[in-house]
């Protein structure tokens, strides 16, 4: 396996530690961690340095946002000028037509089909299952065990959580929220936030 330049985590929290366990199952190990709050000095045996400072790491370094958190990783992302990069558990199942977009991480026994298009710094978490055509959009979270059917757009920011399923065609709105174990079965608006089976609108999120 081809190794990837250096690749420094911004994140030490439980996120950040699936992401290095996926790094080491790739042959590779962070270069660096840093993370914003002081207490956190270390991360499954690795050194944290504090707040991100790039006079700290090679100019062919790469990053990726180990933050689960949809609006942080969106945030972040925004004020970085250096190149993200992707990980990939070697146990997902990933089609060859898929694309994939810098700074997304796709989880241990997820399953992406074909001519799925995954935009930046999203989340495909465990045993997740994205079928054919879906479309996900910039800082999604596609949480464990979620099953997306084909041809689904998921737009940017939105957050489907653990166990959610959702039938062909259907569109989730911008940074809206799927419950965990819904059965979504009709289009979902832009913040809105959904539960249930089928699942139905409880409230809204708000803008940012």
């Not at 994140?11 to 270069?31: L, T, W, Y």
């Not at 037509?97 to 997820?110: E, L, N």
């Amino acid at each position: 396996m081809e190794l990837q330049p250096e690749i420094y985590l911004l994140g030490a929290s439980g996120h950040g530690k699936v992401i290095i366990e996926i790094m080491e199952r790739m042959g590779q190990v962070p270069a660096g961690i840093f993370d914003d709050d002081p207490s956190r000095r270390e991360l499954l045996g690795y050194a944290v340095s504090g707040r991100f400072d790039p006079a700290k790491i090679s100019r062919a370094a790469t990053l990726i946002i180990a933050i689960g958190n949809n609006h942080i990783r969106k945030k972040i992302a925004g004020r970085m000028t250096l190149p993200f990069t992707t990980v990939v558990h070697p146990s997902a199942c990933v089609s060859s037509r898929a694309t994939i977009g810098p700074g997304t991480a796709v989880m241990a026994g997820s399953t992406v089909n074909s001519e799925v298009m995954i935009g930046a710094h999203c989340i495909i978490n465990t045993n997740a299952s994205v079928d054919h055509d879906c479309v996900i959009d910039d800082y999604v979270h596609i949480s464990p065990n979620v099953a997306l059917a084909g041809n689904v757009t998921v737009a940017e920011g939105a957050h489907i959580g653990i166990g959610a399923c959702v039938i062909q065609g259907v569109t989730i709105g911008r940074w809206a929220t799927i419950g965990a174990g819904a059965a979504v079965i009709r289009d979902v608006p832009d913040y809105a936030v959904v539960v249930g089976n089928p699942a139905r609108i409880i409230k809204y999120n708000s803008e940012i």
